[in-house]
């Protein structure tokens, strides 16, 4: 006896199934419906296109609902930002060698919006590695345009 695709079919109450999950139909709108509920359960963490899965088919089935998912997941802000943690550490770290010259190795900042005084409302903090000696230089913001 030839084995047809209907017979893997059945229906229960309003659902058609498939090995007892419910059978989606060729819907875009509702199949991405679905993979959104399945993804947004949690909140804080993305749990990524495996566990989406297979939440997703815990319940349900369609034609190429792995593909659905992945295309779910890689649009996902959140995934994109997790995902770079998988990757190795960069290595260890290291420490700055100690410079030999004054004023070769300097840290500069800028203290912006400031009140204005004397015309100025910006400090400019130039640091000197070697040394450790600070200067402040008051300017005015944009200056350096
Ligand atoms: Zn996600």
Redesign the pocket.
């Known amino acids: 006896m030839k084995k047809t695709r209907v017979k893997i079919l059945g229906i229960e109450e309003d659902s058609v199934l498939k090995e007892r999950k419910i059978y989606v139909p060729k819907d875009k709108e509702l199949k991405t419906k679905i993979t959104q509920l399945h993804?947004d359960v949690s909140v804080a963490e993305?749990?990524?296109r495996w566990k989406?899965t297979d939440l997703v088919m815990r319940n349900y089935w369609w034609l190429g609902v792995n593909k659905e998912v992945r295309k779910?997941?890689d649009n996902?802000?959140?995934?994109q930002r997790?995902k770079n943690r998988m990757k190795m550490p960069a290595g260890k770290l290291m420490a700055n060698k100690v410079p030999k010259k004054l004023w070769t190795h300097l840290m500069v900042d800028f203290i912006i919006k400031l009140p204005l005084v004397a015309e100025k409302d910006t400090i400019l903090i130039v640091y000197d590695r070697l040394f450790k000696v600070t200067h402040f230089v008051t300017t005015i913001e944009g200056t350096a345009n």
């Open positions: 993804h993305c749990n990524g989406i779910y997941v996902c802000d959140l995934y997790m």
